[in-house]
């Protein structure tokens, strides 16, 4: 960050405020709804729901090259994620939530690496945390309604084989890892993953324009070399975006088999 009077500061808090895009309508319904943030989450939904009509448009038995792009990335999590871990019966009712899941978290990350925004949705807290309680409560609902209430209690928090002594222990620890922790667990792994990336790309972006405009030729030349880490952390970056989005995903579905496994 460059200040008026030349001094120069690391990136800090304010780098994190998403301020309305349209602050005359503050006083208006609109207030706080136009940000950087929400522009992503629905531009996300906007392209992911374009992109499927598009394909679609017009279905072939022999699918087109744009039908076999949509079919490709539905086939990909339905068939490697979903059946793989579930089996056809329960993989293929559960495909399209597990596909829309990866996409919109893979969508919503992407934006992360686009020039002018360079953030993910999901460096914002509060979207990971409600992705990870609508997967919560998926996987919950799934199982109580295969076992009922007391028996699905009874699978997830009591291991069989285990000595009743041991119970006494083991029990609550599975009680809070199993159906308090995980919603915590999965929505701080993105978070965390996507705050961090966004917060490397902003250190080496800004300490490059802050080296550039020094009055040292030396510390000019090393502005280069903090544009380079930055184009290369951008690469990797985009893999620990797309990993994540799987990450979250086959978690979430293997959440989903154990509560509908009749075996823990």
């Given amino acids: 960050m460059v200040m008026a009077d030349g001094l120069h500061f690391p990136p800090g808090t304010d780098e994190f405020i998403f301020r309305d895009w349209f602050p005359a309508l503050s006083d208006t319904i609109l207030a706080n709804t136009i ?50 871990l579930m089996g056809k019966k329960y993989g293929v009712r559960f495909a399209p939530y597990l596909a829309t899941l990866f996409l919109f978290i893979a969508f919503t990350n992407l934006f992360g690496i686009i020039p002018g925004i360079q953030i993910s949705a999901n460096a914002h807290i509060a979207f990971p945390l409600m992705l990870g309680v609508a997967s919560w409560l998926l996987y919950n609902l799934v199982g109580i309604r295969k076992f009922g209430f007391f028996r699905y209690l ?97 978690l979430t579905a293997l959440y989903v088999q154990g509560a509908i496994s009749e075996e823990h």
């Fill in 35 to 84: 940000t950087t943030i929400t522009f992503i989450v629905w531009a996300s939904v906007g392209i992911i729901m374009g992109l499927f009509l598009w394909a679609y448009r017009r279905p072939q038995l022999v699918p087109t090259r744009r039908q076999w792009l949509a079919e490709s990335a539905y086939g990909f999590i339905r068939n490697s994620v979903a059946i793989d």
């Fill in 154 to 250: 009874k699978n997830t928090c009591v291991p069989p084989g285990v000595p009743w002594p041991v119970l006494i222990l083991l029990v609550p620890i599975e009680f809070f890892t199993n159906l308090i922790l995980r919603p915590f667990t999965l929505a701080l792994r993105l978070f965390a993953a996507m705050f961090a990336g966004h917060l490397i790309l902003l250190v080496f972006i800004l300490g490059g324009f802050t080296m550039l405009q020094a009055d040292n030729f030396l510390v000019q030349g090393l502005s280069v070399f903090s544009f380079l880490m930055a184009i290369a952390f951008t690469f990797f970056e985009l893999f620990i975006m797309l990993l994540q989005a799987y990450i979250f995903t086959l």
